[in-house]
């Protein structure tokens, strides 16, 4: 038998107030594809830090390829030849490729001159052996965040990494770019390297992982062999409890509409129409939902309908009222609620007191932030007190989701409400969004998860190029239709095609 790749046994970690690693057993064998699986704040995040050198375990011990050792900091990691893909990257945007991979370990010619060429070479070399398709001359600021994740992983393969740590790293992903991912790790791990990831998603851990540990609040439960189980049996073991996958609802009863764009029109970044002459109506008392490949304006839409970007032409109705031009302030007083997609940059005051992040919008309000906390299971054992940034990945997306829909909009627009959330978190979520649009309010969902678009809307756009190509009732739609239509082709040329 030969020795696993890692083993960390009896490992403890306690931050203040919170006990995140409580006597955790890890034992991860060389050559294999193996998952870490647990609820928002289990404690995994905190595991794979502790094996990087991030943090110092309080107890326990990590013995690598048989060897017990301390790791004391990052650099240690990289010496025994583990690395990690952070689930936020850490490139610099307006450097190329080949420059990101080699920062900090730049190959000089004999007389001491920088090198670019050589280790263009290395780079192209690795790319070709691992499937990792990216131009090493590109600047990360020009390639699509499924390359960026290429350029992460060929970082670590560069410093000789052959246990190969990845943090959700599929959270960011359009459902190609996963397809891509876990064909690379089979490639991966072909070539004898091994494999840890962090996934809430359990069809990518059955379709890729060999094995799989299981967290629930800092303890371990238990490392299973994937092949043995299905994926309800997998979710029922991490949360403790049954878990219903499918989405109840009853029949929509539209009534006003709420929203109107017509024809409208958004600057992107680059400069050019993200939003191409858009236009749609959601009602009060439906859930509409955006479907799109990531990058086809959904984010320049949701902010200008919330007002944080200005349209450049074409009109926004708020119940019949212009708000084309109305301050952001103002569209909150209306009764316009925002879940935004990147909630460290837009959602959240990362260094705020969970309270003052909860109450943000509603500090006229009486003080609920408890009582949010309790309702939406934000698992912050400090309470309103913790610093918001200290709070695990899905816990600060469920403190946007129970501030946004404590504020009692008539318009919420969310956009991808569930990413990084544990299946127990997501059906909470689904059921509220749900409740929402029961309770009259009008509901506009942009999600890549086209399973949560089929299950929550009761009508669905399909985006492409910053314009809608096609509205479907919910009955009507599936998986296929969806599908084509994102890839931009209408109903009618869909028609012709099959003729
Ligand atoms: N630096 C820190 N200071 C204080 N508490 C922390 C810190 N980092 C993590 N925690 C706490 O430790 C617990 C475990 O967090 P961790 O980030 O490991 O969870 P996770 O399993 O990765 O969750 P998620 O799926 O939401 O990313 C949580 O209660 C979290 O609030
Ligand atoms: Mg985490």
Redesign the pocket.
């Known amino acids: 038998m030969p020795v696993p790749a890692i083993e960390m046994l009896g490992i403890t970690k306690i931050?203040?107030g919170?006990v995140?690693n409580n006597r955790v057993n890890f034992t991860v064998e060389q050559a294999e594809i193996h998952a870490l699986l647990?609820?928002?704040?289990?404690?995994?995040?905190?595991?794979m830090s502790i094996l990087i050198g991030l943090y110092e375990p309080d107890g326990g011990i990590i013995r690598v390829r048989g060897q017990e050792l301390r790791i004391r900091n990052p650099n240690d990691a990289t010496a025994l030849r583990i690395g990690m893909v952070h689930q936020h990257f850490k490139l610099i945007p307006n450097f190329t490729v080949t420059e990101n991979i080699v920062l900090g370990l730049e190959p000089r010619s004999p007389l001491g001159n920088l090198d670019l060429q050589s280790a263009e070479e290395r780079v192209q070399g690795l790319s070709h052996a691992y499937g990792l398709a990216v131009d090493p001359r590109s600047k990360i600021e020009d390639i699509t965040v499924g390359m960026q994740q290429r350029v992460e992983i060929l970082k670590i393969l560069y410093r000789d990494a052959d246990i190969l740590i990845f943090d959700?790293p599929t959270a960011v992903l359009t459902p190609q770019e996963i397809d891509e991912l876990l064909a690379i790790f089979r490639r991966l791990k072909a070539e004898g390297k091994t494999i840890v990831f962090?996934t809430?998603k359990l069809k990518e851990i059955k379709a890729a992982a060999d094995r799989c540990t299981v967290?629930r609040r800092?303890k371990f439960i238990a490392t299973v062999k994937v092949a043995d189980l299905g994926e309800r049996e997998l979710a029922e073991m991490m949360v403790g409890r049954a878990v219903n996958f499918k989405i109840e609802k009853a029949p929509p009863r539209p009534g006003e509409v709420v929203l109107k764009i017509e024809d409208l029109v958004v600057t992107g970044p680059q400069g050019a129409a993200a939003v191409n002459g858009l236009s749609l109506d959601v009602r009060a008392g439906e859930v509409v939902g955006v479907a799109g490949v990531d990058g086809n304006g959904q984010s320049e839409l949701a902010s200008a309908i919330y007002g944080l970007l200005p349209a450049k032409s074409g009109r926004i109705l708020f119940k019949g009222r212009d708000i084309t031009r109305t301050s952001i302030r103002e569209r909150i007083k209306m009764g316009i609620a925002y879940v935004p997609d990147d909630r460290q940059r837009y959602g959240l005051v990362l260094d705020f007191f969970l309270y003052e992040n909860l109450m943000l919008k509603a500090y006229h309000k009486p003080p609920f932030a408890q009582n949010l906390i309790n309702q939406f299971d934000i698992?912050?054992?400090k309470g309103p007190l913790?610093r918001t940034g200290?709070?695990?990945?899905?816990?600060q997306q469920k403190a946007i989701i129970a501030r946004e829909l404590s504020l009692v909009p008539e318009l919420l627009i969310v956009s991808q409400p569930t990413r990084?959330l544990?299946v127990g978190a997501i059906e909470y979520i689904h059921a509220r969004i749900l409740a929402e649009r029961d309770k009259g309010r009008a509901v506009l969902l942009i999600s890549f998860e086209l399973d949560e678009i089929l299950g929550l809307c009761d009508r669905v756009a399909a985006l492409s190029k910053g314009q809608i190509v096609g509205i479907l009732p919910a009955a009507e739609a599936d998986e296929r239709r969806v599908g084509a239509m994102m890839g931009g082709i209408q109903e009618a040329d869909q028609e012709a095609v099959h003729a």
Not at 38 to 47: F, R, V
Not at 390 to 395: A, E, T, Y
């Open positions: 931050f203040p919170v995140a647990g609820e928002n704040g289990a404690g995994k995040s905190t595991l959700e962090i809430h967290l800092g698992r912050a054992e913790i200290d709070l695990s990945g899905g816990n990084g544990d």
